[in-house]
């Protein structure tokens, strides 16, 4: 299988992002955390329905404010259910004395993705980087643009090639961008159960049917359509 899957695992973050483009399903969700009962659940059933992902990534809110989170990456590497594990942070819990637990980290996963946003966590980077240096795992991208979606949908050129789906708590949705987007619309998430799949045996069976490209992904920042046209959206790679 050459899909991924992104768990949201916390909707709270120390970020405050103005145009954070998770806004709306953070502010829909407050207080939300997964269990590793859940996890085990995603574990267990990916399993044995036989899937394997080509990436699981593990993002929030700031996934670093999640208890589980060292426990979970354990289970998940276990369990060999992803070609490659991956946690997207924004590292601004790292600071001297807490070094330990990311050097435990990231012996586990295969990937850890840092977004630098200036000033606001330049020295947890700062000491991210004098630890890790020689780190192969280490990605660091630079936000330049904010993740925000265009004010008006664009053209007619919508060929999705989304490859994610995304898990929050025991409900898989066929994608990572439907939700908070429909919440920026003003439309509820759950008017949509056929987008969303319980963890259970062949838990994705059910979205073989649904066609990739919907209407409101001319609005959605993870399509590479989308982004090629919202001059606010960009990021480089600093290594
Ligand atoms: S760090 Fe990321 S998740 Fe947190 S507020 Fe900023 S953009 Fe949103
Ligand atoms: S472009 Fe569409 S399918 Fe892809 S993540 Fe966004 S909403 Fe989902």
Redesign the pocket.
Known sequence: MKNQITIKVISK?N???RY?A?LPWRGANIGYEMTLSEIMDFVKYTVSSGYHFRMITIT???PFLWPHLLKSCQLIQEANIAKDLRIIT?AMTICKNNLDFLHELIDIIDVLTI?R?GKLNSKNIAIIINKFSKSKKLQIYKVIGH?IPPAEPIGSCISCSCPFWSLMGSQVCVCQGMEPILLSLGKCPKDYPEFFSKIGPNYLDKFKSIKKAQSWCKLCITNREVRKHCKRFNNETQK
């Open positions: 973050c970020g405050m992002c954070c998770q929030g809110g700031e924004n977004s946003y993740y």
